[in-house]
């Protein structure tokens, strides 16, 4: 479903990526993990195709449709927030702009009418014709009032923000979906809320979280660190385990260097004394 190798990738002079290499199965949830500031959120914007300034490949089926949660909502001012997620469905301002002006100037063409049959079929197999019920019900799920849907996007709150993108995935179902921290901000409700979907929904997902819940529900944990990825079949309490087992291991490697080093001098010393 997508696969990454990213050879290096550096912001300014910081080394962020370095021979990191990422594989996402069809409809696996991946959690993706590692400290402050290792290029977490770097990764999803190459994901996104957002930056492109690095050394590697990166290869996402053209079909594919990738939705993100977003870290920062710039430049979208004066727009209402149901406008706000509809613009974010895939195909839904192309499908709606078919059905609405085509009646208008389709006449006889025998190429514009199927045109408008086929997006008229593709609307309603995407179930857009009742989109807005489908979201004021979301948003009463995540505890979200109504009347934000005709509130100017830009005014509302970073974690109502965040929400509304939830709603907008969750609505568009896509093939990708890249989230972000999603559980920031919430209560236990709204949080229940979204496990209960990143648990059922089919779409191949890639989490960036601190959350323990979250990364209980996920099928494979990616850790970020020493630049590289570091990949563990199973939730955080098997990544737990793994990874205490990898520490034990290095310990008693550590410990076996260490006496092969005194044997080592040992020997040293017995020779000059014999000399």
């Known amino acids: ?3 990454a190798h990213i050879n290096e990738k550096t912001a ?6 370095r021979d990191f290499e990422l594989r ?9 993990i590692g400290r402050n500031g290792t290029g977490k959120t770097t990764l999803f914007r190459i994901l996104l195709g957002l930056d492109n ?3 590697g490949k990166l290869d996402i089926p053209k079909s594919a449709i990738t939705m993100a949660t977003m870290q920062e909502h710039h430049g979208i001012d004066g727009i209402s927030t149901l406008d706000y ?5 895939p195909k839904f301002s192309e499908l709606k702009h078919i059905i609405d002006t085509y009646p208008m100037t389709m006449g006889e063409n025998t190429r514009m009418q199927t045109v408008f049959a086929d997006a008229l079929q593709d609307f309603s197999d995407k179930g857009y014709y009742d989109v807005e019920n489908e979201i004021q019900s979301l948003l009463s799920s995540y505890q979200l009032d109504h009347d ?4 100017d996007f830009s005014s509302l709150s970073g974690g109502q923000k965040r929400l509304i993108d939830l709603v907008s995935i969750q609505i568009g179902t896509p093939t990708i979906a890249l989230l972000d921290e999603p559980t920031n901000h919430m209560d236990y409700i709204a ?3 979204f496990i209960d979907w990143l648990k059922s929904t089919s779409c191949s997902c890639i989490v960036i979280s601190h959350d323990r819940d979250v990364l209980q529900v996920v099928d494979r944990i990616i850790e970020l660190r ?5 990949s563990f079949n199973g939730n955080y309490d098997a990544y737990l385990v793994q990874n205490s087992v990898r520490t034990v291991g290095q310990m008693q490697s550590f410990e076996k260097t260490e006496k092969r080093i005194e044997n080592i001098k040992e020997q040293i010393r017995y020779a000059k004394i014999k000399a």
């Not at 300014?12 to 990526?17: A, W």
């Not at 996402?24 to 993706?32: I, Q, R, S, T």
């Not at 997620?85 to 469905?89: D, E, M, P, W, Y």
Request: aromatic share 10%; proline share 0%; no cysteine.
């Open 12 to 17: 300014g002079s910081k080394l962020l990526l």
């Open 191 to 193: 949080k229940e809320v």
């Open 53 to 55: 300034d690095f050394d």
């Open 148 to 151: 934000v849907l005709s509130r």
């Open 85 to 89: 997620i509809t613009s974010r469905l």
């Open 24 to 32: 996402l199965n069809d409809g696996e949830k991946l959690g993706f």
């Open 226 to 230: 020493d630049y590289s990825s570091h």
């Open 1 to 3: 479903m997508l696969y």
